[in-house]
């Protein structure tokens, strides 16, 4: 294997681009090759804020989530990457310990009793890079065409035959659970109503005693995401009014100035979920796959330290 050999993505979520970026910065030949557009991925349905929630294991976990919390930072610096440092809270009926990551916020308080909504007891202040994933996903493209890469659509239906390349990295999101396949992978749907902005600026995010239904409000510059579900093996992907119905009345009680917001669209996508993140390479009779994918909810949070460890991988590989 040699430098001048192309290194295969497949997928152009998050993952696959990001990864793609860090590879063809790095000198290496790249094309990205994705069944649908960076902007049909689940990662254009992010809301999108920073915070490893809910992703193992712990100990790769920590240095990925702080590696990417740097560079977001300093993208948040440049205009037209879709990266801005937003204030908020997350509020909760009921206590639990902060996890290990918050330490990495440094302005991260309990929250004064009067920023608590009515029927919340406990919660934090903090600011973290919130990202526009559309107009993220985009600036992404950009610098990887930048770069020298190349981004192609097209559905890969074999890793193992994918294009002879000699690297193939795996970034298929919950594509992979037939692709590789990987029984262990399973979708959670996350389901987002986008209304106009009324003049929102800091982001919620608030329990409400169910797992699989919360509250999230996502300020942008012209609209607001609002959220949330996590609906553990539900594939499907269409609009559905109830769910969306159930979504604006939450977060138009929590924040009243939403109640006139008008509803724009639904983006609604599968976090690709298993129990441990897979970023490990795979040989072959001939090449290696290095597989990147089951990010859960925290894909966008975990982007760039996983691309930076698949790119110390490619550099052993191709040495
Ligand atoms: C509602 C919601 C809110 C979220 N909020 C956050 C948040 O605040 N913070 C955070 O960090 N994360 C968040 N996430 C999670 C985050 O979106 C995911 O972890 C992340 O998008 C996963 O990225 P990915 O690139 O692995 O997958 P995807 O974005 O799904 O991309 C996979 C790509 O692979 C391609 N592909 C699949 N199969 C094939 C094939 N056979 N051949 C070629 N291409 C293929 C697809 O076309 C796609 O381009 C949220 C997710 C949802 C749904």
Known sequence: MTHADPILVVGGGVIGLTTAVVLAESGFPVVVKTAEPPEHSTSAVAGALWGPWMVDPRDRVLPWAKQTLDILTDLAEEASTGVRIASGIEVSTTYHEPPEWARLLSDRR???????????????????PLLDMPEYLSYLTTRLKRAGGRLDIARI?????????????????IGARELVPDPDLYPVRGYHVAVTNPGLTNFIEADTGDDSEFIAIYP???????????????????PDPGIAHRILARCRSIDPRLADAQVIGHRVGLRPTRQDIQLEAEELPVGWIIHNYGHGGAGVSLSWGCARTVADIVSILID
């Open 157 to 173: 239906t074999s890793l193992r035959a994918a294009d002879n390349a000699q690297v193939i990295v795996n970034c298929t999101g």
């Open 220 to 238: 942008h510059r012209d609209h607001v995401l609002l959220g949330g579900t996590a609906e553990k093996d539900v594939w499907e992907r269409d």
């Open 110 to 128: 309990a929250c004064r009793p009067d920023e608590l909504p009515p029927g919340y007891c406990y919660g934090t202040f903090y600011s973290a």
